[in-house]
């Protein structure tokens, strides 16, 4: 009676570590995730602001001529 009692326990036990390595796992995607749209909102950001300097050096470059 005792190793199907220890077999189950050792069963539940390492469904719960299997259960908080999946929580885990599942807390570092969702900060990766914002980490992702934060950069591509920056990086959406910076090439705005390439484009309006390259406008304006376009701009600034015909008025020369």
């Known amino acids: 009676m005792f190793w199907p009692m220890l077999a ?3 069963g ?14 599942f807390v570092e995607v969702q900060r990766l995730g914002r980490q992702v749209a934060r950069t591509t909102r920056r990086i959406q950001q910076a090439a705005e602001e390439l484009e309006d300097a390259a406008t304006d050096l376009a701009r600034t470059g015909e008025a020369l001529r």
């Open 8 to 10: 189950i326990a050792l």
């Open 12 to 25: 539940f036990l390492g469904l719960a570590v299997l259960g908080i390595l999946g929580i885990k796992v």
